[in-house]
């Protein structure tokens, strides 16, 4: 009958043969490399994201404001389209148009001044 080997105690490590000894020197290197490289990743992912978070905002505000000024859009064509008193005084305000027998009065634009002439 045979017995079992009995283990004996590990050896110690100047006991390891010399290929063991750079393997674990190898992984020891790589872990002090891709530690810091993989939280570099992680910090400019994090940065990534609350840039994205910024630019989604901001697009978003813009939108928003593009779709009040459209609702107000429709509002004043509405009203121009619906109210004869609101389009004559639009159409007088801004292109000038006086009804018949008006006569439109402008005043004479303020005179410039030597500043306002520049280096002639």
């Known amino acids: 009958m045979r017995t079992a080997k009995q283990p004996g105690p590990p050896p110690s490590p100047s006991a390891q043969p010399g290929w063991v000894k750079i393997a674990f020197a190898v992984e020891f290197l790589m872990i002090l490399v891709l530690v810091p490289l993989l939280l570099d990743q992680a910090a400019d992912a994090r940065g990534d994201l609350a840039a994205k978070q910024r630019e989604f905002k901001e697009k978003s505000d813009a939108v928003a404001s593009l779709r009040r000024e459209n609702e107000n859009t429709v ?11 609101f389009r004559d005084r639009v159409v007088r305000q801004h292109l000038g148009y006086a009804a018949p027998g008006e006569i439109i009065i402008r005043p004479d634009p303020p005179p410039r001044t030597d500043s306002a002439q520049g280096a002639k």
């Open 75 to 85: 509002e004043f064509l509405t009203k121009f389209q619906n109210d004869a008193e």
